[in-house]
C-alpha cells in the first residue's frame, strides 16, 4: 500500500469510527453534528480521489456532500430543536450495553458479508485492496443499529443519513454511479429529512402505540 | 407513431404536474380529478402508440401499470373531494392535492423511466411525497404511523441502493432495456436481485419488511390507503420484477413469496380493525402476484390480470373502509354492524370488493391467482403450491367472515354517509367483476 492508498484508507476508517461516535453518544446536538464530521469525511474521500483519478464528477460529488449532508441537513435538523433544549439527551439510554450490543452485532455482520461477499470484488488501481469495502459497511450497519436501538425521531434520522453516507461511500470505492443520479438521490434524501423534520415538531420521541400493535 | 418517443410519457407526467401548479391561483381540486379523467385517457393512448425505448421504456406490462395507477388516481381524486368536504383535516386541502399529484408523478416516473437507478429515485420520491398524506386526520396514532412509514421504507430502500450500485459494477450501464435483454452471468448480479427483493420488498409487503404497511393503511385517509394498496405496492413490485429480469433467481422469491403469503393468512386471522385486514390482504395478493411474475410464462399473465383487479377491488374496499368509518366512527370490526340496513350501497361494495381481495370467482383475482397456482404446480413447486392454497382458503374465511358479520349482523346507525362516496366505492369494486366477466366471455370463445 502506498501513501496515497494508506491515506485514503485510513480517512476511510475514520467514517467508521464516527459511526460509532454516533452511537455512543447521548446528546442529540452532538448525533447530528458527528454524522456532518462523517459527511466531511466522506467528501475529503471524494475530493482526493477525483484529484487522483481526474474526475470531475468525484469532485463535483463531494461538493455536493458538503453542500447537502454537511450544511442543509444539519441547518434542518438543528433548526428543530428549541434554543432551550439545546442539550437534551435521549432518556433510559444505557450506552455501554448499546455500545457492546452494536459492536457485536456489527463485526459478526461485516466479517460474514465480507467474506463471502465482497472479499473478491476488484476495486481501482487508486485504492487497492478490497477490505477497504469494509468502511461503508460498518457505516451501513451502524446506521441501522442506530435506527433500530433509539427511540428519538432526530437519532433515526441520522440513523437513515448514516445509511445513506455509507452508500456513498461504497459508490466511490466501487465504481461511481452517474452523476445526474448521483445528484437526484441527494435531493430526495434531503427532502426526506426536511419532511421528517416537519414529523420531528410534532412527535420526536416514539414507543409502541396500542393501536398499531398485531 | 403519432407521437415522437417521448413526447406521450412526458405529456403522462404532466398533466398532474399541471393540475399542481393550480395549487395557489385556482381550484386543484377539480384540477386533480380532470387530470386524473385526462390521465386514463393518455394511458390508453400508451397501449395504442407505444414509443420506442429511449428515457423511456414502455412495453404492455408498463403500460398495464401505468393504467392502474392513473385510474385509481382518478377515483381517489374524487373519493378525497368529498371525504375531506365537511371534515377539518391537519394539512389544509390544497396542500393534500398537491401532494397527492407529486405522488401520483413518482409513482408514474418510476413506472416511465428507463433508469434502475432513476427508478430508485422514484420510489424513494412515493415515500417523501405520501409520508405527509397519512398525517392527513392528525392524531398521535397516524404520526406514529407516518414515522414508522419514512423510517422503515427508507431504510429498506436505501438497502435496496446497493443491488443497483453491484448492477452498475457488474454491467457498467443501468439502462434496463439493456439490462433485461442481456446475458450477464456474475455472483454480485446474484446478490443484487436477491438484495432488491429484500430492499424494494419493503415497499411491496415482504415478510419480514413488511411492518409498515398494516400502520400505515390503517392511519392513513381512506383515498390514501386505496393508492397506497391499489397502486403504490404493485409499483415497487414492478421494480423488482424488471430486476429480477436481470438474473432470475425463481425459487428464492417463490420461497420468499410463499412465507410471505402465509405470515399475512396468520396475521389476517387475529386482526379486529378492517383497515388492517385489507393491509393483510394486500400482502397476500401482492406476494401471489410476485409468485406469478418470477414463475415466468403464463404465471405473468396470472399477476397481471390479479394485480389489475386487486387495484380496484381493494381501491373499492378502502372506500367502502372510509365510508364506514365516517359512518361508526369506529375501525373496530366489532363495533360495525347491520350495514346493509343502514346503507345498502356501500354494504355491496364492501362485499364486492371483499369478494374482489379474496379471490372469489368469478372475480379477476379469482382467475389470476388460478393460473399462478397451476404454474406453481406445473413447475414443481409443490411444497410452496400446498402452503399457498392453505393460506388464500384460510385468508378468504378470514375476510369474509368478517366483512358478512360487519355487513348483515343486526345493528343500527342513524348516520348517512354521501351518496357520491358511496357510488365511488361501488363502481371501484363492480370493476373486478367486470374484469371476471370478460375472462369468462374470452374463455368461452376459446371453447
Known amino acids: 500500500m502506498n501513501m496515497i492508498q494508506s491515506?485514503?484508507?485510513?480517512?476511510?476508517?475514520?467514517?467508521?469510527?464516527?459511526?460509532?461516535?454516533?452511537?455512543?453518544?447521548?446528546?442529540?446536538?452532538?448525533?447530528?453534528?458527528?454524522?456532518?464530521?462523517?459527511?466531511?469525511?466522506?467528501?475529503?474521500?471524494?475530493?482526493?480521489?477525483?484529484?487522483?483519478?481526474?474526475?470531475?464528477?468525484?469532485?463535483?460529488?463531494?461538493?455536493?456532500?458538503?453542500?447537502?449532508?454537511?450544511?442543509?441537513?444539519?441547518?434542518?435538523?438543528?433548526?428543530?430543536?428549541?434554543?432551550?433544549?439545546?442539550?437534551?439527551?435521549?432518556?433510559?439510554?444505557?450506552?455501554?450495553?448499546?455500545?457492546?450490543?452494536?459492536?457485536?452485532?456489527?463485526?459478526?455482520?461485516?466479517i460474514l458479508i465480507y467474506k463471502f461477499v465482497f472479499s473478491s470484488m476488484i476495486l481501482r488501481e487508486s485504492i487497492a485492496p478490497s477490505n477497504i469495502l469494509v468502511f461503508p459497511l460498518i457505516t451501513f450497519f451502524q446506521g441501522m443499529f442506530l435506527i433500530a436501538s433509539r427511540?428519538?425521531?432526530?437519532?433515526?434520522?441520522?440513523?437513515?443519513?448514516?445509511?445513506?453516507?455509507?452508500?456513498?461511500?461504497?459508490?466511490?470505492?466501487?465504481?461511481?454511479?452517474?452523476?445526474?443520479?448521483?445528484?437526484?438521490?441527494?435531493?430526495?434524501?434531503?427532502?426526506?429529512?426536511?419532511?421528517?423534520?416537519?414529523?420531528?415538531?410534532?412527535?420526536?420521541?416514539h414507543n409502541p402505540v396500542e393501536d398499531l400493535i398485531g | 407513431m403519432i407521437f415522437n418517443n417521448t413526447a406521450l410519457p412526458i405529456l403522462i407526467l404532466l398533466v398532474p404536474a399541471v393540475a399542481s401548479i393550480t395549487f395557489k391561483w385556482g381550484n386543484i381540486k377539480l384540477a386533480t380529478a380532470i387530470s386524473g379523467i385526462i390521465e386514463i385517457f393518455l394511458s390508453i393512448l400508451l397501449?395504442?402508440?407505444?414509443?420506442?425505448?429511449g428515457v423511456f421504456f414502455i412495453d404492455n406490462i408498463s403500460v398495464l401499470f401505468i393504467f392502474m395507477v392513473t385510474s385509481v388516481y382518478f377515483l381517489s381524486s374524487l373519493y378525497s373531494i368529498k371525504y375531506f368536504s365537511h371534515h377539518d383535516i391537519y394539512i389544509s386541502n390544497d396542500l393534500y392535492f398537491l401532494l397527492f399529484n407529486l405522488f401520483t408523478i413518482s409513482m408514474l416516473f418510476t413506472l416511465e423511466i428507463n433508469n434502475f437507478g432513476l427508478m430508485w429515485v422514484?420510489?424513494?420520491?412515493?415515500?417523501?411525497?405520501?409520508?405527509?398524506?397519512?398525517?392527513?386526520?392528525?392524531?398521535?396514532?397516524?404520526?406514529?404511523?407516518?414515522?414508522?412509514?419514512?423510517?422503515?421504507?427508507?431504510?429498506?430502500?436505501?438497502?435496496?441502493?446497493?443491488?443497483?450500485?453491484?448492477?452498475?459494477?457488474?454491467?457498467?450501464t443501468l439502462t434496463m432495456s439493456t439490462l433485461i435483454n442481456s446475458s450477464f452471468k456474475s455472483k454480485f448480479l446474484v446478490l443484487a436481485v436477491a438484495i432488491s427483493l429484500m430492499g424494494f420488498g419493503t415497499k411491496s409487503g415482504v415478510f419480514p419488511v413488511h411492518t409498515w404497511l398494516p400502520d400505515a393503511h390503517s392511519e392513513a385517509p381512506s383515498p390514501v390507503s386505496a393508492m397506497f394498496s391499489g397502486v403504490l405496492l404493485p409499483v415497487a413490485l414492478y421494480v423488482i420484477y424488471r430486476i429480477y429480469e436481470i438474473y432470475p433467481l425463481k425459487t428464492v422469491y417463490v420461497w420468499i413469496a410463499t412465507l410471505s403469503i402465509v405470515m399475512a393468512a396468520i396475521f389476517l386471522i387475529y386482526q379486529d380493525k378492517y383497515k388492517r385486514m385489507f393491509a393483510y390482504s394486500t400482502m397476500e395478493n401482492m406476494n401471489i402476484a410476485l409468485i406469478g411474475f418470477a414463475l415466468g410464462g403464463p404465471g405473468i399473465v396470472g399477476a397481471l390480470i390479479l394485480l389489475l383487479s386487486h387495484s380496484f377491488s381493494k381501491a373499492g374496499a378502502f372506500y367502502s373502509s372510509g365510508n364506514i368509518l365516517r359512518l361508526t366512527k369506529s375501525k373496530k370490526i366489532d363495533d360495525v354492524n347491520g350495514l346493509y340496513k343502514n346503507s345498502p350501497i356501500t354494504a355491496i361494495a364492501l362485499l364486492f370488493s371483499s369478494f374482489g381481495a379474496s379471490g372469489?370467482?368469478?372475480?379477476?383475482?379469482?382467475?389470476g391467482e388460478i393460473i399462478i397456482f397451476f404454474s406453481l404446480y406445473q413447475q414443481h413447486f409443490l411444497v410452496p403450491f400446498i402452503l399457498v392454497i392453505i393460506s388464500v382458503i384460510s385468508v378468504f374465511i378470514s375476510i369474509n367472515f368478517n366483512v358478512t358479520k360487519m355487513t348483515f349482523e343486526d345493528g343500527k346507525n342513524n348516520s348517512k354517509i354521501d351518496r357520491t362516496m358511496e357510488i365511488i366505492a361501488l363502481i371501484s369494486s363492480i370493476v373486478p367483476l367486470a374484469i371476471g366477466g370478460y375472462i369468462l366471455i374470452l374463455m368461452g370463445g376459446l371453447v
Open chain 1, 151 to 205: 427511540k428519538s425521531t432526530h437519532t433515526q434520522i441520522i440513523g437513515y443519513v448514516e445509511e445513506e453516507n455509507a452508500m456513498i461511500l461504497f459508490g466511490i470505492f466501487l465504481l461511481p454511479i452517474p452523476l445526474i443520479i448521483e445528484a437526484s438521490i441527494f435531493l430526495d434524501v434531503l427532502a426526506l429529512v426536511v419532511i421528517s423534520s416537519i414529523i420531528v415538531l410534532e412527535k420526536n420521541e
Open chain 2, 360 to 367: 372469489t370467482p368469478p372475480f379477476g383475482s379469482f382467475f
Open chain 1, 7 to 110: 491515506i485514503i484508507f485510513l480517512i476511510a476508517s475514520m467514517v467508521a469510527i464516527s459511526g460509532f461516535y454516533i452511537q455512543g453518544i447521548e446528546f442529540i446536538i452532538a448525533n447530528i453534528r458527528g454524522q456532518s464530521i462523517q459527511s466531511i469525511l466522506i467528501a475529503s474521500l471524494s475530493f482526493i480521489m477525483g484529484f487522483l483519478e481526474r474526475s470531475l464528477d468525484l469532485i463535483i460529488l463531494g461538493i455536493m456532500v458538503v453542500i447537502l449532508r454537511v450544511i442543509l441537513i444539519n441547518y434542518f435538523l438543528e433548526r428543530t430543536i428549541p434554543k432551550k433544549r439545546k442539550f437534551s439527551v435521549e432518556k433510559y439510554l444505557s450506552v455501554p450495553y448499546l455500545l457492546i450490543v452494536d459492536l457485536i452485532f456489527i463485526v459478526l455482520s461485516v
Open chain 2, 47 to 53: 397501449y395504442i402508440d407505444k414509443p420506442a425505448p
Open chain 2, 122 to 172: 422514484g420510489i424513494e420520491s412515493t415515500t417523501i411525497s405520501s409520508a405527509l398524506l397519512i398525517i392527513t386526520e392528525r392524531n398521535e396514532t397516524s404520526l406514529e404511523a407516518a414515522w414508522r412509514y419514512i423510517i422503515i421504507v427508507s431504510a429498506g430502500v436505501t438497502f435496496a441502493f446497493i443491488s443497483i450500485i453491484l448492477i452498475y459494477y457488474v454491467t457498467g
